[in-house]
């Protein structure tokens, strides 16, 4: 008993070899993300530079700075208690779909209906400061949901994030870059799976950028492009640097609310989108062995997120895909603070555009189609093999989610929409546009409802699975699933009859239930389910 307390009680180490893994993985993956947020920002909504690199990228290193540093003590916290050294971080940063929502979906339309692209930051702050509040809210409710919902959805609408958001787009650049891209693929393989160590301990991360880096800018001494760099850009970049700290940004949140209606309309949907793919992120670390409150994270989110957008960042925290992960590399405590000491170094800097024209992209993609895979495996290591079936119907929605955004980027490109083409040649050609819409919409809240609808059959459940077809139903008829709209009735651009369909499913497995009444006990949707009990050694 004295040697349980002692370990205990015992200062957690907060920097292991290990964690260098974790910096330079975890690490490169914020830097894609800051890299293309910062392309958006500039490219996309044309955002002054000063801007960018004066008020919004320091808000945003001050936000992930507290994000990782508060998920770096909760760590600590949890080794302490437990006395064990294999405790990792919750990794954190930027919600990347979100990211694309808020540029694409508030902040692109006001700044083009403006012509003042500032003015598409403001009303991005709103947006953020009512997502701040529904996750603090949320938190409170997000553990009984995390509760009553089998592993199997949960990790399975996780699965369909990582396959279609976060995996295809890195494979494709991939390929299209060879070259790099398979190669950095291989040297990330051999070490994160192959367990392979290379010389003096260097991490495989680290090993592929370097590597791109070399034949990116061998290439571009020949005068070849292979990664997209040129001296040109390079000495463009250096104009961007200077010091900022991020200052206060009340009055642009409060100009912001002129636009309320329309920051509403999706604020409220991703809002709990943000809900059920923080609890989805929290249950697959209890997964990988790390049991961390609920309530805590979705609370630290939204304050963080809060306290960002008031200081000018229109773009929320969230807990990120990927602990899973980052444990495997070796990551623990101090990769997570380590990676928010560096991001706000480089935005407080404006270092930010200079490692735009330093690293090809497609050396860091392998790092996050590594996470994919990763993710995309532990839907199916973690629970039972009999809910397979199950984890695959959860990731279908995201699939269709995907297949509709590169469907409107296509066209959109040709200057023309699905509607203008029309639904039914488009049909006619095998693309269904309308049942991408529909599965697609609220994909995160779809394949939940979905996969635990599915486990519970499985396992003979049915009161169970009739309590989510009738959730189902009503998310569904509010637009909170299937849509990306909040309303009643056919404003949501959701038929009422696919939520009417969804109760017909409750009333019928209701009836299933009934029919099994005689041979077990009735079920109530309260009662822990053996749908998430882990699988027999």
């Known amino acids: 008993m004295a040697t349980t307390t002692a370990m205990k009680t015992a200062s957690p180490r907060l920097w292991t070899p290990g964690d260098w893994n974790g910096l330079f993985g975890f690490g490169t993956n914020i830097l894609v993300n800051l890299l293309v947020l910062t392309g958006l920002l500039q490219f996309v909504l044309k955002m002054p530079g000063q801007i960018v690199f004066g008020r919004i990228l320091p808000a945003l290193g001050l936000m992930m700075l507290l994000s990782t540093g508060y998920y770096a003590w909760l760590a600590w916290k949890l080794a302490k208690q437990t006395g064990r050294d294999d405790v990792c971080a919750l990794p954190s940063g930027i919600s990347v779909p979100h990211m694309f929502v808020v540029t694409f979906v508030i902040m692109l339309p006001i700044a083009s209906m403006t012509g003042d692209p500032v003015k598409g930051w403001e009303a991005g702050l709103v947006w953020v400061f009512f997502q701040s509040f529904i996750l603090m809210i949320g938190g409170f409710i997000a553990p009984v949901v995390r509760k009553i919902t089998p592993r199997a959805a949960l990790l399975g609408t996780f699965a369909g994030v990582s396959i279609a958001f976060i995996s295809m787009r890195p494979a494709l650049e991939i390929f299209l870059t060879p070259a790099i891209g398979l190669t950095c693929l291989a040297i990330i393989m051999v070490s994160w799976f192959g367990g392979l160590r290379y010389p003096r301990g260097i991490p495989a991360g680290l090993v592929a950028i370097a590597f791109g880096m070399a034949v990116a800018w061998g290439a571009a001494l020949l005068g070849l492009d292979v990664g997209g760099l040129s001296l040109a850009g390079l000495g463009a970049a250096f104009a961007n640097f200077g010091f900022a700290l991020p200052l206060p940004a009340f009055d642009h949140v409060f100009s912001g609310f002129s636009y309320l209606g329309i920051v509403l309309v999706t604020a409220i949907p991703f809002g709990i989108y943000d809900l059920v793919e923080a609890m989805d992120n929290v249950e697959s670390a209890e997964a990988a062995g790390d049991h961390y409150p609920t309530t805590r994270v979705l609370t630290a989110d939204g304050a963080v997120s809060l306290i960002g957008c008031l200081m000018g960042n229109p773009f929320i925290n969230a807990v990120y895909i990927g602990h899973p992960g ?104 095998g693309v269904l546009y309308r049942g991408l819409e529909l599965m697609g919409g609220g994909a995160i809240l779809s394949g939940l409802v979905l996969g635990a609808i599915a486990v519970f059959v499985i396992e003979k459940q049915f009161l169970n699975a009739a309590a989510f077809a009738a959730a189902g139903a009503v998310l569904t008829y509010f637009g909170l699933m299937h849509g990306e709209a909040v309303g009643v009735g056919k404003g949501l651009g959701v038929t009422p009859s696919l939520s009417l369909g969804y109760a017909m499913v409750a009333g019928f497995l209701w009836l299933c239930a009934r029919q099994l009444a005689g041979e077990r006990a009735p079920e109530t949707i309260a009662s822990a389910p053996p749908a998430r009990l882990e699988p027999a050694e």
């Open 326 to 429: 980052w444990k495997a590399m070796g990551g623990r405590i101090g990769y997570s603070a380590a990676t928010g000491v560096i991001v706000a170094a480089l935005c407080w800097f404006g270092v930010v555009a200079l490692l735009l024209a330093l690293v090809p992209i497609v050396a860091i993609s392998p790092i996050l189609l590594y996470i994919g895979m990763l993710i995309g495996a532990q839907a199916f290591q973690t629970t039972p093999a009999s809910h397979a079936p199950a984890i695959v119907l959860a990731l279908t929605p995201h699939l269709a989610a995907w297949a509709k955004v590169l469907v409107d980027g296509a066209l959109g490109a040709a200057g023309t929409s699905a509607a203008a083409v029309g639904l039914d040649k488009m049909a006619s050609m």
